[in-house]
């Protein structure tokens, strides 16, 4: 087992171009979860699955940002159009799906300048 | 949602014990007691959790009011890989299993 893992680690952009991003959770976790950091603050809930489903978005997730777990493995992240605000830690963590008061596991994050 | 109220920062000496302090005044009968902790550029982990009763685990333990409307971490003896912002977290088992953290306490750990 070796966690979760991010890719990249760190991101740097131009304000106006897309970015992807891709989480890979712990194998056999069916539960996936996208949540974003600013400095100083705690991470905020974006968007999260049960397998291949996206069972609830944040209303953070505006529409520029997209989320996707095609086959209920890996997940992407997707941000169209970039903006300064967009600036922050995405961090994706994953659980085994069998209690919603299970340990979520985090990745190390990304980290996204947009210029 | 449920609002958790940390104090900003806590300063400890390492080898100490630390009583980290959680307000849930608003708690209902199904919210959950969570804590977790995110060191330096890492995500967050998981520390401890409980409903009622005091629970220890080999990380920390937690001792939750009688009238659950307050919380304390408790790190036993504080090392300097504990310095942290622990954040404790509401969780309501009708939200589904999204984490809705707060600004955390941070915690630093003097030699």
């Known amino acids: 087992d070796t966690g979760v893992s991010q890719d990249p680690r760190h991101k740097i952009t131009k304000r106006g171009q897309n970015v992807t991003f891709r989480c890979d959770p712990i194998s056999e976790h069916n539960r996936l979860y996208w949540y974003r950091q600013t400095l100083g603050q705690g991470p905020e809930f974006l968007t999260y699955f049960q397998n291949e489903a996206q069972l609830e978005k944040s209303r953070l997730l505006s529409d520029r940002f997209s989320a996707e777990r095609p086959k209920g493995s890996f997940s992407t992240l997707e941000i169209q159009r970039t903006e300064q605000g967009d600036s922050a830690m995405y961090l994706c963590?994953?659980?085994?799906?069998?209690?919603?008061?299970?340990?979520?596991?985090f990745g190390p994050g990304t980290r996204l300048l947009v210029l | 949602d449920a609002k958790t109220t940390q104090p900003n920062s806590m300063e400890s000496n390492e080898e100490e014990p630390v009583h980290l302090p959680c307000n849930h005044s608003t708690i209902s009968g199904t919210d959950y007691i969570h804590w977790y902790r995110q060191l330096p550029s890492q995500g967050p982990e998981y520390v401890i959790h409980g409903l009622t009763s005091n629970v220890n685990n080999r990380m920390a333990s937690l001792a939750i009011a009688e009238d659950r409307k307050s919380s304390t971490l408790i790190l036993h003896r504080a090392t300097l890989r504990d310095a942290a912002v622990y954040y404790c977290i509401l969780r309501d088992v009708r939200q589904g299993g999204k984490l809705i953290f707060g600004q955390g306490t941070e915690l630093s750990v003097k030699p």
């Open positions: 963590a994953s659980s085994p799906g069998d209690s919603f008061q299970e340990t979520q596991y």
